[in-house]
């Protein structure tokens, strides 16, 4: 009677209990490990909604809406008879019965999993970013923060969709705008400079684990790895539509009278590891490279990890090893070509490696291991069943061109929503899904589903434009909100899942160094072209396994290249980009970490990259203000780093340090000398001259001057 | 414990007072610094740690647990009373057969502890040995598992134990990171969530220093920046920084502040942290830093590099940090899942490990640092007494994953030296004796600190987090403090 009166008064309280959010979690905690995938036992899986609801091995039926009494399941969970009761080691709590119970009595509601099922379209919860956010920040009772000024806004949209900083000249236009749609209008440039392509293709190179050479311990180097590097940022710049962009990738080389450079877009998947050691069997590592394919195209565009199925059933998600294989099977007829390539850019014909195609006949490994497979078992490509079943022929034997096909179907909404969250991500700094890298059953849904089904909605409707989808978002109030944080939100919102700001996060390695060099001026622009070496800590590059490789530092204009174009060699990375988290390569990744630690402060006050930056950033301020006060200056140097002008009080903090630095250097001539190294300037002192490198090296080392705010 | 204060305190400073006010508020004691030594609930018995994660789960069945009666059992099938309910993540329950150890066990020291022939070394040890043979967890797979074994539980953004500790206690060297991160050989599946500072600040995250022979870059300043310009140049920086966190309240800032402010204190100190040029051959030996690789067999998870000099150094490296005062030193090492080719698999790590850590424990001995030094070796998980079996294989090679028991070693720090506490029935299935929740372990680790892990707790999201789970109740193991 108790628990009567108990789940009287639950429901009365609870309109509808929401499955995947109250009772998905206690089946997944509690009974998967005997009823999932990979034992299920009587029958009983809790990843298969069928098996839930229809009679199994007993007899009995698990669940029958709507009547707790006929449903096996619920009589399990409630049994006091040891040999009956489920789970058999840790009952479960009265809480978890009674909403297993009201959940039965009220329908048995088993949606299908939120990632795989339809986009939600209900125009009651908004039809446009903002009106989706205010709304639910509506619902918790907190209000969106204001627009951000013109100066953090165009410092934002610079980083976020070129990674450079913007200049003065750019900074007052914007300023100076006052027309209706200035803010547009800078969107629109940003979008069409060149440097766009650069941005959004590192993305597109943390997902395709790019680097210029093969790992393992002989960690060959890849010579034109970089032309296929340069395809992507054209590929970017030119907005091929993401539909395009990835079928060309996983099967361009399999097109019909293919161009060279749908031959060339396949070297996404030349981009795994390579191990030529001489012990290693060649088809073992095949095999390998081959399940990196798998894995790498199911995370970048399914938003799930399924490497764990390559030997068993996937213990959480309804995917089994059979169906692991099957999609193994479309990569698995990829072999590593090379073609002769000519281009523009190219002075000459040069070989790049791709991918092409090799019939072969897969198996499902036991265990994944390459020498047992079970020859018994034909595996043809198909997708896992699982996931979205679209517009697929499958009378016929499917390829690369129908999983492209299949990727970017408009009415895979699995994949619109992982592409559309990964773009997000970029302008927020927050995923919408928690788990950025898992859509599989095992995720609760993001608080903000509608607003990701919109946006997922919103890059099938323009046609999978990147730039407009981009256009689209920073075009809201939302993404033109301030960042700064509210003390009234700590308690309500205090990880901003529900964007009632922007966020402020520290900028990746790559443009920490374009950071360093635009304010001193030292960056020189060239898109694309070979990788480059500027300089590194000594022994970094012996530490290369088989010592096989030399950092030839570049001299010229390579020297001050993007941080994107930097020579990547996996087993002897540039620590100026490990430091600040830059992947290492080896595996694809969607989502960068972002620490904050002493060993990122030594780097940015030591590192000898870092600081010839602080020479050049002096000698440009004595430059460009030849006559001018030390407050001009200091402001000056101050809007080169943070694109803004510093106040009063920080000019003055300022002024302090650059008077006992020249008090020192006054004293000591030869320091003065030596720290301005060979960034003099004629006619003026070095004891002059090498205050402003010490005032600039702290400008540089500001908070702000590496955080998109 | 200072958190809501000093969050409130931070905003009602930034909104009320102003920036300069707040700057000077900064070195306040009442503030939560991470590099001020606080005060502990009660009486510690331990100053550091050393926690030597072994990720992948190790088997406790070929290394400490010995089942003499598994053995005779071999090939044969277990209780299905046993299995029922039981979880795995490849093992055919139907089918599964038992299988013995390969290995040669035998007993050492007062206490006649068990050890097996993998780690001679280890052995030598046994008295100052604590060894929990009855430990179990809730995760059967190691991401969460490894989540688990650090942070408490299986979750993203949560606290790693290294945070909890140096939240809890600052640290004794203010001039070296409090929480630092040694790795070797191929990275574990965790990777930077095993030390994630989750909602604390983010200066409580592991530091991780580079693997190899050289762990830290530009510690030295440029040439012509002299150390007392270095000094007002940081000055300025930090009063700036205070500005803009009075302007944005991004907390963010304010562990940029202290990491500044570290660094600089590191750059005195850390060279001399690194150079191992005054360690004695002796000890280089002992700890075995200049090893080679073996030839022969294993090390299939080995990764780049020379995983053998790089553990050596690693332990070497964690005495000289918890002799300087570092509060948590984190040496995790991966591959040690062995679901087949156990016994070479195996072997290749026991020989890369077993060495430098015994060292490590006789080297803090010698030196009288063990006494206020715990040093802790575990995996998330164990693995199964039953052979892993598959359709179709040969031969089972291999364990599968168990949560249900498995082993963890401690030692120093107020743990009782030459005690073996629990036990597992006589298979190794189950724990049969005092069991030991990983949360229960935790708590203890807690308590050797000196810290109630009711009490060591944040305010996140409205609700009093720690590092045990809040919804289970977790308990000290009194049995084995000294």
């Not at chain 1, 565009?301 to 309804?318: F, I, M, N, R, T």
């Not at chain 2, 720090?413 to 372990?441: A, K, M, Q």
Request: charged share 25%.
């Amino acid at each position: 009677m108790t628990i009567t009166f108990t789940i009287l008064s639950w429901t009365d309280l609870r309109a509808k209990i929401d499955f995947e959010r109250e009772v998905r979690p206690i089946l997944i905690n509690k009974c998967i490990n005997c009823h999932g995938g990979i034992k299920a036992k009587s029958g009983l899986n809790f990843t298969k909604k069928n098996t839930v609801f229809n009679k199994l091995n007993s007899g009995e039926i698990a669940v029958t809406a709507k009547s707790p009494l006929k449903s096996e399941l619920f009589h399990r969970i409630t049994s006091t008879d040891e040999s009956d009761k489920m789970p058999p080691d840790k009952p479960l709590s009265q809480k978890e019965i009674n909403t297993i119970k009201a959940w039965i009595k009220e329908g048995a509601i088993w949606p299908e999993h939120w990632a795989y099922s339809p986009l939600q379209k209900k125009a009651q919860n908004g039809s446009s970013i903002d009106e989706i956010i205010v709304a639910k920040l509506k619902e918790i009772g907190i209000t969106q923060s204001k627009i951000a000024n013109k100066r953090t806004l165009i410092r934002r949209l610079s980083l976020d969709l070129i990674g450079l900083p913007p200049s003065k000249i750019e900074i007052n236009n914007f300023i100076n705008d006052t027309s209706e749609n200035a803010y547009e209008k800078l969107v629109q440039r940003l979008l069409e400079s060149k440097h766009f392509g650069e941005r959004w293709a590192r993305h597109w190179l943390d997902s395709a684990r790019y680097a210029d050479s093969d790992g393992y311990e002989k960690d060959n180097i890849r010579p034109n790895a970089w032309i296929w590097r340069k395809w992507v940022i054209d590929t970017i710049n030119n907005d091929m539509p993401f539909d395009q962009f990835t079928i060309e990738q996983i099967s361009g080389d399999l097109k019909k009278n293919a161009k060279p450079s749908q031959v060339l877009a396949t070297a996404f998947h030349r981009q795994t590891l390579y191990n030529r050691e001489g012990g290693v069997d060649p088809e073992e590592d095949r095999t390998k490279r081959t399940i990196d394919r798998a894995n790498t195209t199911a995370l970048v565009w399914l938003g799930l990890s399924l490497e764990c199925a390559q030997c068993h059933d996937h213990p959480y998600d309804s995917l089994t090893q059979k169906e692991f294989y099957q999609f193994y099977s479309f990569f698995n007829d990829m072999t590593e070509s090379e073609i002769d390539y000519e281009s523009d850019f190219l002075e000459k014909k040069s070989k790049v490696r791709v991918m092409k195609r090799k019939d072969r006949q897969t198996f499902i490994f036991h265990r994944g291991d390459f020498l047992q497979p079970m020859k018994e078992i034909k595996i043809s490509s198909t997708t896992p069943s699982s996931l979205p079943q679209i517009n697929a022929d499958k009378s016929k034997e499917w390829d690369r061109i129908d999983l492209g096909n299949w990727l970017v179907n408009v009415n895979n909404p699995l994949s619109s929503r992982v592409l559309s969250n990964d773009i997000w991500t970029k302008l927020f700094g927050a995923s919408l899904v928690q788990t950025k890298s898992d859509f599989g059953t095992r995720s609760t849904p993001p608080e903000q589903l509608y607003l990701l089904d919109h946006l997922a909605e919103k890059f099938n409707q323009l046609n999978w434009s990147r730039k407009k989808l981009i256009a689209y978002i920073v075009n809201s109030k939302t993404y033109k909100q301030s960042s700064i944080r509210r003390k009234e939100t700590d308690e309500k919102d205090p990880d901003n899942h529900f964007y009632h700001r922007q966020n402020r996060f520290r900028i990746e390695g790559e443009i920490v160094r374009d950071i360093f060099l635009s304010s001193s001026g030292l960056i020189k622009h060239k898109i694309g072209g070979p990788s480059v070496f500027p300089p590194i800590p000594d022994g970094v590059a012996e530490q290369s396994f088989a010592g096989n490789f030399k950092w030839k530092t570049s001299q010229g204009d390579d020297r001050y290249r993007r941080g994107m174009y930097t020579f990547f060699k996996r087993t002897a990375p540039d620590p100026n980009l490990i430091t600040f988290d830059c992947p290492d390569a080896n595996v694809s990744i969607t989502k960068r970490n972002i620490s904050n630690n002493p060993i990122i402060a030594l780097a940015t006050l030591g590192n000898e990259v870092f600081h010839e930056a602080a020479q050049a950033l002096a000698k440009r301020i004595i430059k460009n203000l030849p006559n001018d006060n030390d407050q001009d200056r200091i402001a000056e140097a101050f809007q080169l780093c943070t694109s803004r002008k510093s106040k009063p009080e920080e000019t003055n903090e300022l002024m302090t340090l650059l008077k006992k630095s020249r008090h020192f250097y006054a004293e000591n001539k030869e320091e003065a000398k030596t720290v301005i190294g060979k960034y003099s300037i004629e006619n003026i002192e070095a004891a002059d001259l090498a205050p402003w490198v010490n005032v600039s090296r702290i400008i540089l080392n500001l908070d702000e001057t590496i955080t998109r705010e | 414990m200072q958190a809501n204060l000093r969050r409130d305190f931070l905003t009602s400073s930034a909104s009320g007072i102003g920036g300069i006010a707040l700057s000077h508020l900064l070195n306040q004691e009442t503030f939560a610094d991470a590099h001020v030594a606080k005060n502990s609930h009660f009486s510690p018995k331990t100053k550091n740690c050393i926690f030597i994660f072994m990720a992948g789960a190790p088997s406790q069945l070929d290394l400490f647990d010995y089942k003499p009666k598994l053995n005779e059992l071999n090939g044969k099938k277990m209780d299905a009373e046993l299995l029922k309910g039981k979880r795995f993540a490849f093992l055919q329950k139907e089918s599964a057969v038992l299988m013995g150890s390969s290995r040669k066990f035998s007993q050492h020291g007062k206490s006649g502890m068990w050890f097996s022939d993998l780690v001679p070394n280890l052995a030598k040890c046994s008295d100052d040995i604590c060894m929990i043979r009855s430990m179990h967890t809730d995760q059967f797979n190691h991401h969460p598992g490894q989540l688990q074994m650090q942070c408490g539980e299986a979750k993203f953004g949560i606290p790693s134990t290294g945070s909890w500790i140096n939240y809890g206690l600052g640290s004794e060297n203010q001039n070296l990171p409090g929480y630092i991160v040694l790795t070797a050989g191929r990275g574990s599946s965790g990777g930077a969530t095993l030390w994630q500072n989750g909602f604390l600040p983010s200066n409580y995250a592991g530091v991780q220093f580079r693997n190899g022979d050289s762990p830290l870059l530009n510690l030295k300043n440029p040439n012509g920046i002299p150390i007392q310009l270095q000094k007002s140049g940081l000055e300025t920086l930090r009063k700036l920084n205070e500005k803009h966190f009075s302007r944005t309240l991004d907390p963010e800032i304010l562990s940029r502040i202290e990491n500044y402010e570290l660094a600089f204190r590191m750059q005195s100190a850390a060279p001399e942290l690194v150079d191992l040029s005054n360690e004695t051959s002796k000890t280089l030996e002992n700890y075995g830093v200049n090893r080679q690789l073996p030839k022969e067999g294993g090390g299939r998870g080995k990764g780049n590099g020379n995983t053998y000099a790089d553990f050596s150094r690693n332990c070497l490296l964690a005495r000289r940090m918890v002799e300087r005062g570092v509060r948590f030193v984190n040496i995790i090492h991966a591959s040690w899942d062995h679901h087949s080719n156990l016994d070479p698999e195996i072997s290749f790590n026991a020989r890369m490990s077993d060495q430098p850590i015994a060292a490590l424990i006789n080297d803090l001995k010698e030196r009288g640092l063990l006494d206020e030094t715990l040093v802790v070796w575990a995996g998330e998980f164990g693995r199964t007494p039953l052979g892993e079996n598959r359709p179709g294989r040969k031969a089972n090679t291999g364990r599968d994953h168990h949560p249900n028991a498995f082993t963890v070693l401690m030692a120093g720090g107020g743990v009782r030296g030459g005690l073996t506490y629990g036990s597992t029935d006589e298979i190794g299935w189950n724990p049969e004796e005092n069991p030991v929740h990983v949360n229960d372990f935790q708590a203890t680790l807690l308590h050797l600190f000196g810290l109630d892990h009711e009490k060591l707790t944040y305010n996140h999201a409205g609700t009093q987090r720690r590092l045990t789970s809040i919804t289970r109740k977790s308990r000290v193991i009194k049995d084995i403090l000294t």
